[in-house]
């Protein structure tokens, strides 16, 4: 894949006889995802579906026979008079029988058969164009979930650490309270503080098992509830525009398919050139004097030419510029709209990476700040609450960064989404 390197293990859990690490790519989510979609199987229906119709249209060119009977009776029907003594005069007889077969055979029909079956060709090309429109922005539901859980997996863990603080500070200040060092509140308001945290992880880690089980429904397969998610590492380059998006090769199809159509119009007003022949048995046969019934047959050649299109042909070509024309302008609307959603990402990778230089900052103080407050609450100087509030500035300090690390890559995904470059 160009212009990006994704290493991402999501995958990690224990077995029954030890541990035991699977690793999954953000790329092999996209194939599995793709490949369990139901939307997939109507790509072979497409193939199969042309496949169909250019067969029939393939019989253009066979010959076209048809079996015809008739029996008619007629009021009148010519008669020879006798002309001379030794001719006696014909009357011929009122019923008349006929059974043919006809055979007509296409020799050239003006590149009207060709013309059809390009059409078909080229529609394939579009739907199968557009199915892939459609699996490629599920890559974007599969992007949001697969961070969703990166994001909750590593807010767990900031806020456990928190947990693991807040019991070990009740330790020593429970230690102090038998001491006489400090009094029964600060335990109760720690106490109080543990209960809320806890809370806290459980709507994360709901969050988190509610994404797996839809990253589960998506990929068809089992993933552990303990699963690990590694962030990728995207590489960017801001400076180019290079849209690759399928949807630019959708709307290319459908401009082919329209000056197919205009070639098309043209072809059905061109001269057709046929063969054809009839055999059959009846009365009278070819000899239209003879009262006995006989076989018969004939052999031809002919050429139509049906000048009646010419009534619509210019409305039709007319029609069909006008579509290629809207078609154009959708293909020009939808990059002006691709090139400003490309500059709100790249105004976003810009803004997030500030913002992680500042929450660095920010950390590194809180971590200062919560360091010297546990000191001070240990020696009763401060209370447990204004520990708390201090621990907790901390601890959304880290949530913050976690947080705009999560949304400069997704950011850098989103910005290679509309690119068609994922």
Same mark, same amino acid.
């Given at each position: ?7 991402i ?7 029954s006889? &030890?541990?035991?690490? /699977?690793?999954? %790519?953000?790329?092999n989510?996209?194939?599995?995802a ?7 199987v109507q790509?072979?229906?497409l ?7 250019i067969?029939?249209i393939?019989t253009?060119y066979?010959?076209?026979?048809s079996v015809?009977g ?24 009122? =019923?008349? %029988?006929?059974?043919?077969?006809d055979?007509?055979?296409?020799i050239?029909? &003006?590149?009207l058969?060709?013309s059809?079956?390009?059409i078909e060709?080229?529609?394939? =090309? ?5 199915? /892939?429109?459609?699996?490629y922005t599920l890559?974007e539901?599969?992007n949001a979930i ?9 807010n ?10 807040l ?5 020593n200040?429970e230690?102090?309270i038998?001491?006489?060092v400090?009094?029964q509140n600060?335990a /109760? ?6 209960l809320k945290t806890?809370?806290?992880?459980i709507e994360?880690?709901t969050?988190?098992?509610s &994404? ?6 998506f ?7 303990d699963v690990?998610?590694v962030?990728?590492q995207?590489?960017?380059d ?6 690759k998006r ?5 709307? =290319? ?5 329209? =000056? ?7 072809d059905?007003?061109?001269p057709?050139?046929?063969?054809f022949?009839?055999t059959?048995?009846g009365r009278?046969g070819?000899n239209m004097?003879?009262?006995?019934f006989d076989?018969? %047959?004939?052999?031809g050649?002919?050429?139509?030419w049906n000048f009646s299109a010419l %009534? ?5 070509v007319k ?7 809207i078609?154009?302008?959708q293909k020009?609307t939808?990059e ?13 990778i810009s ?8 929450d660095?900052?920010?950390i590194?103080l809180?971590?200062k700040?919560?360091?010297s407050?546990s ?20 601890k959304?300090?880290r ?5 705009h ?5 997704l950011?850098?995904?989103n910005?290679l989404f509309?690119?068609?470059k994922?």
């Amino acid at each position: 894949m160009k212009n990006i390197l994704l290493i991402i293990s999501i995958l990690c859990f224990l077995s029954s006889k &030890g541990a035991k690490n /699977d690793t999954l %790519y953000l790329e092999n989510c996209y194939a599995e995802a793709i490949k369990n979609y139901p939307k997939i199987v109507q790509k072979k229906l497409l193939e199969e579906n042309t496949a169909l119709k250019i067969e029939n249209i393939n019989t253009n060119y066979l010959p076209q026979i048809s079996v015809n009977g008739q029996m008619t009776y007629q009021s009148e029907v010519t008669t020879i008079p006798k002309l001379s003594p030794f001719m006696s005069p014909i009357t011929l007889n009122k =019923d008349q %029988y006929k059974l043919t077969l006809d055979v007509n055979q296409t020799i050239w029909d &003006g590149g009207l058969t060709e013309s059809q079956k390009q059409i078909e060709k080229t529609a394939l =090309d579009a739907d199968l164009k557009s199915v /892939d429109v459609e699996l490629y922005t599920l890559k974007e539901r599969i992007n949001a979930i697969f961070f969703s859980i990166i994001l909750a997996n590593q807010n767990e863990a900031i806020i456990k650490t928190a947990l693991d603080n807040l019991r070990e500070k009740l330790r020593n200040v429970e230690s102090g309270i038998k001491n006489g060092v400090l009094l029964q509140n600060n335990a /109760d308001v720690l106490k109080a503080e543990i209960l809320k945290t806890e809370q806290q992880f459980i709507e994360v880690s709901t969050m988190k098992l509610s &994404g797996i089980q839809m990253l589960k429904e998506f990929l068809n397969t089992e993933i552990p509830a303990d699963v690990v998610l590694v962030k990728p590492q995207v590489k960017t380059d801001l400076f180019i525009f290079d849209n690759k998006r399928q949807e630019m090769e959708l709307f =290319d199809l459908q401009i082919k398919k329209m =000056d197919i159509s205009k070639k098309l119009i043209n072809d059905r007003i061109m001269p057709k050139m046929y063969a054809f022949g009839q055999t059959g048995y009846g009365r009278p046969g070819l000899n239209m004097l003879s009262n006995n019934f006989d076989f018969y %047959y004939y052999l031809g050649a002919k050429v139509t030419w049906n000048f009646s299109a010419l %009534y619509q042909m210019k409305r039709d070509v007319k029609i069909t510029d006008i579509q290629k024309d809207i078609v154009k302008t959708q293909k020009e609307t939808f990059e002006k709209n691709l090139k400003i959603s490309t500059l709100k990402e790249i105004s976003d990778i810009s803004k997030f990476a500030d913002l992680i230089e500042k929450d660095i900052e920010i950390i590194t103080l809180r971590e200062k700040i919560t360091k010297s407050v546990s000191a001070q609450l240990e020696s009763g100087v401060i209370t447990a609450t204004d520990y708390i509030n201090e621990l907790n500035a901390e601890k959304q300090a880290r949530l913050n960064k976690e947080l705009h690390e999560m949304q400069l890559t997704l950011s850098k995904i989103n910005y290679l989404f509309a690119l068609g470059k994922l």
